[in-house]
């Protein structure tokens, strides 16, 4: 069992549900060009700074969706943590592997994080990658995070405010879809998962792409409750 506690969220999940038909092929798809289109995550790495100032060096760091593993996974080695990423999309782990050789990475759906034996992390961030999921699912990916993170361990969370479940969206020439809640719907999923809220900072951002709408990125710094 690789929690600290026990807990395994995806065991009373059921798994039969789980449909990611496309998404994985639209990340394959987008590759790099997510880099291009998403540039200026000051939001992201102010919140990757949080989570990296937390922890002493060389604690082990999970980044749950790590893209192409810039700025985060490579923000967080350069501050001297010892980085695990996983990302559902090979073209994603090989960029990221390219990007950012210090770091490990796994091709991994984050719903096999409770078995596939990585943890437990002394922190871990997931930017943009739990909106991905149905609604549905998102408080159990938090609460397998809650049991993927040590007692107190920082979690970095990145998300963007819509009240939208499991709705299709163009992104770069593809569909993917994606789920949301309104701020204060999601600090409260947040905090029934087993986390407290440290802080909190949202920001207007404007994609460099036509094809994908402006949004409003919400950072949560969380902390594990024992
Ligand atoms: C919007 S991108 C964000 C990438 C990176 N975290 C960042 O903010 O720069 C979402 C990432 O999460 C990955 N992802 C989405 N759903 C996932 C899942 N169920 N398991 C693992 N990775 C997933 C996608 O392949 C993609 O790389």
């Not at 987008?30 to 100032?53: C, M, N, S």
Request: charged residues 25%.
């Amino acid at each position: 069992m690789s929690s600290t506690d026990g807990q395994q969220a995806y065991a009373d999940y059921d798994r039969t549900t789980i449909d990611r038909t496309g998404q994985v092929e639209a990340f394959d798809a987008i590759g790099d060009r997510y880099d291009e289109v998403f540039p200026h995550k000051e939001g992201q790495t102010a919140a990757g700074a949080w989570l990296a100032e937390q922890l002493p060096a060389g604690s082990r760091v999970l980044d749950v969706g790590c893209g192409t593993g810039v700025p985060t996974a490579r923000q967080l080695v350069a501050a001297g943590h010892r980085v695990v990423g996983i990302d559902f999309s090979p073209t994603m782990v090989k960029i990221s592997r390219e990007n950012v050789p210090d770091a490990e990475f796994h091709q991994m759906d984050l719903a096999d994080l409770e078995s596939g034996g990585l943890g437990p992390f002394d922190g871990a961030t997931a930017f943009f990658s739990l909106l991905m999921l149905p609604r549905a699912e998102i408080p159990v990916a938090l609460r397998m995070l809650h049991g993927q993170l040590k007692p107190g361990g920082p979690l970095a969370l990145g998300m963007v405010e819509a009240d939208v479940d499991d709705f299709g969206i163009p992104f770069l020439g593809n569909t993917i879809r994606v789920s949301g809640y309104l701020r204060d719907e999601l600090r409260q999923v947040v905090r029934d998962a087993g986390f407290e809220i440290a802080g909190e900072e949202s920001f207007a951002y404007a994609p460099a792409s036509t094809d994908v709408s402006p949004e409003i990125q919400i950072f949560l710094n969380c902390r594990r409750r024992p």
